[in-house]
């Protein structure tokens, strides 16, 4: 069980939550209706494609998956673990996050499909950084897994077994800050159309920034 939840644990997953409901939300209203920060809907859509053999569609679908695998990749070459610890290079992943979100603005801007493929890499690379702390699974880009945890734990609740309430509060604040994505992520493309990503992409690469601040500090103190 969680029995001391650090404030960087709460602060940083409920900030990359709330930027990856920003992101989905402007691929749904920008990418064709097609979400980028998780891979059921693409996958689904890929299958689709081969059933009616729309080689356009599966080419596109192919490079969407893809594009989100590589983020992953990089992020587990980067980072090098499943468990979220301090010490590890997350600034280096969350500045390239930020790269790859600032790249694609222009390109969906011309209506160009890469637009598209950088911002699944930005959404992979982040759902592989941030995997786990103590034992609870922390996915900040989609929440099919957080409905299913919560569920279970009002389950147990109504059962009359003992859960962790700690690990219920953390499911529900990247429940909340992923909505609370989606909707400021709809409002903002209402006014800025596709710059509405230059807001997620620099609150990454400033957290990116600060992170490399605080580990100087930690390594100063230290010493």
């Not at 996958?43 to 080419?59: K, M, S, W």
């Not at 090098?80 to 969906?108: H, I, Q, W």
């Not at 209506?111 to 890499?121: K, P, V």
Request: charged letters at 10%; glycine letters at 12%; aromatic letters at 10%.
């Amino acid at each position: 069980m969680i029995s001391k939840l650090p404030r960087w644990v709460w602060l940083g997953s409920s900030v990359m939550a709330l930027m990856a409901g920003a992101i989905n939300a402007v691929g749904f209203l920008s990418f064709e209706h097609h979400g980028v920060t998780h891979l059921t809907g693409s996958t689904t859509l890929l299958g689709i494609a081969i059933a009616q053999g729309d080689v356009e569609n599966l080419r596109h679908f192919i490079m969407v998956i893809g594009a989100f695998l590589v983020g992953c990749i990089f992020s587990g070459y980067l980072v090098k673990d499943s468990t979220l610890k301090l010490g590890r290079r997350y600034g280096f992943a969350l500045l390239f996050e930020a790269a790859f979100l600032f790249a694609a603005v222009p390109f969906l801007n011309r209506n160009r499909e890469t637009g598209m493929y950088l911002a699944s890499c930005a959404c992979g690379l982040q759902n592989g950084m941030v995997s786990t702390y103590s034992g609870a699974v922390l996915r900040t880009t989609h929440v099919s897994g957080l409905f299913t945890d919560i569920g279970i734990f009002l389950g147990q609740l109504l059962a009359g077994l003992k859960v962790d309430t700690r690990r219920l509060q953390l499911y529900v604040l990247l429940l909340a800050s992923f909505l609370g994505g989606t909707i400021l992520g709809a409002a903002g493309f209402g006014r800025l159309g596709n710059n509405v990503l230059l807001v997620p992409a620099t609150v990454t690469g400033t957290v990116g920034l600060a992170y490399f601040i605080y580990q100087q500090r930690k390594r100063s103190e230290a010493r």
